[in-house]
């Protein structure tokens, strides 16, 4: 047959030159107090087992463990029913507790991933253009309330939901703003810790004539690199299983130390699970709202009354 392919979208030139004139807008200057309020938050560091310690790419080490098929079917599923969050919302609830319960550290700042291909400029669609648009942007997790796991899923519920278009704002006001509009924000934050979870992989191939290489690629930077974080935690589900990985520096942490936080952070998935899947009701949060500057206690205050 004669191929007959879709009309193309707009290229990656194109993209860019509209982000060089979004980050000269207004528009982006009404996400500066968001990201303000995160640079202004004091975040302690994560204690390493020897801090004098290369975290150069060669003493990469991995620790990683698996959910089993029932418990990925209720976290991708009824899990969310009670309090209308997301898979990302549980699972950096449940690395805030397991952070804090290995270091101690009731704050964590974590770096988030997107696609990068958000819908804040008319009239650009890059549906299938290819290249890689991907941003970062960090967010605070807070886990001071974990007697209390509704508090603590709805915190972070909160905070990942009110983050201005995904997140891009963040990463056009470091690199590409006008001094004008970036005004006084000097991102002093560096997060030690990123994330990274990738959705269902199987699903994204399963109708196509493509499965994932059993291959190793070999190695894709130098190995003297330094790495940009001290933790990495990467998510996936395949095969029906949510994996997770934690790659660190051998040099600077104990394997004991990564194993007892894979532990913690296992656990702590289980237990936000369970309880979730357990909510006879929905719970509405501030996200939900059309208002969305209330708190969860103001909120709670008004359905109360």
Not at 96 to 113: I, Y
Request: hydrophobic fraction near 35%; include cysteine.
């Amino acid at each position: 047959r004669e191929p007959e392919l879709p009309l193309k979208t707009d290229s990656f030139r194109d993209w860019a030159q509209k982000l060089s004139d979004y980050a000269a807008g207004d528009a982006l200057k009404r996400e500066i107090p968001f990201w303000r309020d995160i640079e202004e938050t004091d975040v302690p560091s994560l204690p390493l087992d020897r801090p004098e310690g290369s975290n150069a790419i060669r003493h990469s080490r991995s620790v990683s463990f698996r959910l089993s098929p029932d418990k990925t079917r209720l976290l991708l599923g009824r899990v969310h029913e009670a309090f209308g969050t997301d898979v990302n919302d549980i699972l950096l609830a449940a690395l805030a507790l397991g952070v804090r319960e290995v270091f101690g550290n009731q704050r964590l700042l974590v770096a988030l991933e997107g696609h990068g291909r958000e819908e804040i400029v008319e009239g650009i669609d890059l549906g299938r253009t290819i290249g890689w648009f991907t941003t970062t942007f960090p967010v605070i997790l807070e886990a001071s309330g974990v007697e209390d796991l509704s508090r603590l899923v709805i915190a972070t519920k909160e905070r990942l939901h009110k983050i201005p278009n995904k997140g891009i704002g963040y990463g056009l006001l470091k690199y590409m703003a006008p001094e004008h509009i970036r005004g006084e924000l000097d991102f002093r934050h560096q997060p030690q810790v990123s994330f990274n979870y990738l959705g269902q992989v199987d699903g994204d191939i399963a109708a196509k004539s493509f499965a994932i290489a059993g291959e190793a690629i070999g190695p894709g930077e130098s190995p003297d690199r330094p790495r940009q974080f001290l933790l990495a935690v990467l998510g996936m589900v395949r095969e029906s299983e949510l994996r997770l990985s934690i790659t660190y520096s051998g040099e600077q942490f104990d394997t004991s130390t990564m194993e007892a936080l894979a532990r913690s952070f296992e656990r702590g998935i289980e237990r936000i699970v369970s309880f979730c899947g357990g909510q006879e009701e929905r719970e509405m949060t501030p996200s939900d709202m059309y208002y969305q500057n209330l708190s969860a206690d103001e909120l709670d205050s008004l359905f109360d009354d």
